[in-house]
């Protein structure tokens, strides 16, 4: 076969030419935030969205066809405590390893401290950004961020709690803004706006400051279908606990293709962001919380299996229901010690005689009857003195809350409860 050195020696110059021909990658914005700490998508929804991990997979995916800047508009907590902290660590070591182009400091993770924010700048190579305090001797912390032709500023609407928290002096928005402007003209750069704000404050800076073309905001309501335009600044939020991300094309100039990428399974997990979770959930673990959950005094639980003694129809039908599985749900997804789940998904996690442990407590390892019931021991022992009051649908909403029970309808899901 003398043609086949000719024939792939000829492909390989039209490769090679080809390849000088390509266009350049073109570049893909995604913006997250306001993640309050929802690490994990929820099991709790059909299906389950959201979820960092996914995220990291969806980065990674664009990152075959393009180039991928990676905003995130703070909110990385949902409370000031320990173990919200840890999830900080988990977010940033994700988002030091999509090599993320800017992290907007927010007032509520502001309130961690310092120490937290130095951590945040070591694990993601220095890309928390705040112009709207005075700079601070340490963390170093730049008021702005460079990627990608674009300048990207993280400001705050009401700096003044952000200063208070860090010792510093506030900058007032338009001052914070108007310098990113002019920082970005100097340049020959486009001004991004990452802004610790809500929609309305966004929409009368993209008044003030048209310059600007890209304004990211935060709202715990789910991003819009079409992206908001006041004059030719787009304004847009990645939506509530990670379940969404907001996807845009980047032509050097202008920003088009607006999308808004719910994460469903169809997002696999990625394997390096899984283990930065797993390692959280054995820290939270080793760290036992859960055993150290404020706890009110009540009366003595009895545990499913004693009521069952006597309400053996009940028993029969609930121990088939999904209530029966609350504890084992969890500990399927490895959340069977972290506090932001088992409340729901067992009997009196913050009541003295309620639950401890599967090993400690196993008949209230579960939603169980005395979920729904209340404690029942004293009415175990003489059911005739001790009457059980009737349950009433108010019993149901504290677990089967919007964000974990979206489907939850009083009708259907009550019908499906009944044990006579
Ligand atoms: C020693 C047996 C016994 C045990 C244990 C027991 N019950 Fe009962 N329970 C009764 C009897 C007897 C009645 C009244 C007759 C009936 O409705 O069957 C009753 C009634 C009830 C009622 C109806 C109250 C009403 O207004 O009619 C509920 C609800 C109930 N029990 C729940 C429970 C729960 C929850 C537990 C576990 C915490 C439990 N029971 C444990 C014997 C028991
Ligand atoms: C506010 C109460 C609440 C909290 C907190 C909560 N859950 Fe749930 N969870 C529920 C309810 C209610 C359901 C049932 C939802 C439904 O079917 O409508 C559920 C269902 C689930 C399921 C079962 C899904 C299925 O399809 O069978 C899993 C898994 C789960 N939750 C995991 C978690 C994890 C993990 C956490 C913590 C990160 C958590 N839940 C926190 C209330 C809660
Ligand atoms: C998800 C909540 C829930 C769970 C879990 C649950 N129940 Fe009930 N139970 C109810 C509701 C709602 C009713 C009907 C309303 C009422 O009469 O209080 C009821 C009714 C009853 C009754 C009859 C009361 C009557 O008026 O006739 C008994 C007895 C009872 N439950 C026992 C149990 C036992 C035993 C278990 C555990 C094996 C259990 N329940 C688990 C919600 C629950
Ligand atoms: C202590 C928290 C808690 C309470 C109280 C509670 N639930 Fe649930 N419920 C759950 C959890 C958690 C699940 C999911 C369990 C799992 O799959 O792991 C669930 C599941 C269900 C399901 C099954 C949904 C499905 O996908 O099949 C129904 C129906 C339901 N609950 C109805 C009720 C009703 C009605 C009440 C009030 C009478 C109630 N629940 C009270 C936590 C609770």
């Given at each position: ?53 996914r995220?990291?997979t969806?980065?990674?995916r664009?990152?075959?066809s ?7 508009n703070?909110a ?35 309130r961690?401290?310092?120490?937290t ?6 694990l993601?190579d ?17 008021t ?9 500023g ?18 007032a ?16 750069l ?30 715990y309501?789910?991003?819009p ?45 990625d394997?390096q ?28 639980f009895?545990?499913?299996?004693t ?9 029969a ?5 999904k ?10 997804q490895g ?13 009196g996690l ?16 579960a ?6 019931h ?32 979206p ?14």
């Amino acid at each position: 076969m003398r043609w086949l050195p000719i024939a792939l020696g000829l492909s390989g110059v039209l490769c090679a030419a080809y390849s000088g021909f390509q266009s350049p990658k073109r570049t893909t914005i995604v913006i997250t935030g306001d993640i309050a700490g929802y690490l994990s998508p929820c099991g709790c929804t059909t299906p389950m969205t959201g979820g960092i991990a996914r995220q990291a997979t969806l980065v990674h995916r664009l990152e075959r066809s393009s180039d991928v800047v990676l905003l995130a508009n703070g909110a990385l907590s949902g409370a000031l405590n320990a173990q919200e902290e840890l999830k900080i660590m988990a977010l940033s070591e994700m988002f030091g390893a999509l090599r993320a182009a800017a992290i907007n400091l927010s007032h509520d993770d502001a309130r961690f401290g310092i120490g937290t924010l130095q951590t945040i700048q070591n694990l993601t190579d220095q890309k928390l950004i705040c112009g709207s305090i005075e700079p601070l001797t340490a963390p170093a912390m730049r008021t702005s961020a460079q990627q990608g032709g674009l300048l990207i500023g993280g400001v705050a609407s009401h700096p003044d709690g952000l200063a208070r928290s860090l010792g510093s002096h506030p900058v007032a928005m338009e001052e914070a803004v108007h310098r990113l402007v002019n920082d970005a003209t100097e340049g020959s750069l486009v001004p991004v706006l990452l802004l610790d704000g809500s929609e309305s404050d966004a929409s009368a800076i993209a008044v003030q400051f048209p310059a600007l073309k890209l304004v990211i905001y935060r709202s715990y309501s789910d991003s819009p279908q079409k992206p908001i335009k006041v004059g030719r600044t787009l304004l847009v939020t990645p939506g509530p606990y990670g379940k969404s991300v907001v996807t845009l094309s980047f032509d050097g100039e202008n920003f088009a293709e607006y999308q808004v990428v719910r994460l469903g399974p169809e997002y696999a997990d990625d394997p390096q962001v899984g283990r930065f979770i797993g390692e959280y959930l054995r820290k939270v673990d080793k760290a036992g919380f859960i055993d150290r959950v404020a706890r009110r005094p009540s009366a003595a639980f009895a545990g499913s299996r004693t009521c069952g003694l006597c309400h053996e129809k009940d028993f029969a039908i609930w121990k088939h229901s999904k209530h029966a599985v609350g504890l084992k749900s969890l500990e399927d997804q490895g959340h069977a010690r972290d506090p932001d789940c088992v409340s729901c998904h067992v009997v009196g996690l913050d009541f003295v005689g309620g639950f401890r442990s599967r090993a400690k407590t196993p008949d209230l390892a579960a939603v169980g009857c005395e979920s729904c019931h209340g404690p029942g021991a004293h009415h175990s022992q003489n059911p005739q003195t001790h009457v059980m009051p009737k349950v009433g649908m108010r019993k149901c909403l504290p677990c089967h809350a919007p964000d974990r029970s979206p489907k939850f309808d009083s009708l259907t899901y009550w019908t499906q409860i009944l044990h006579r």
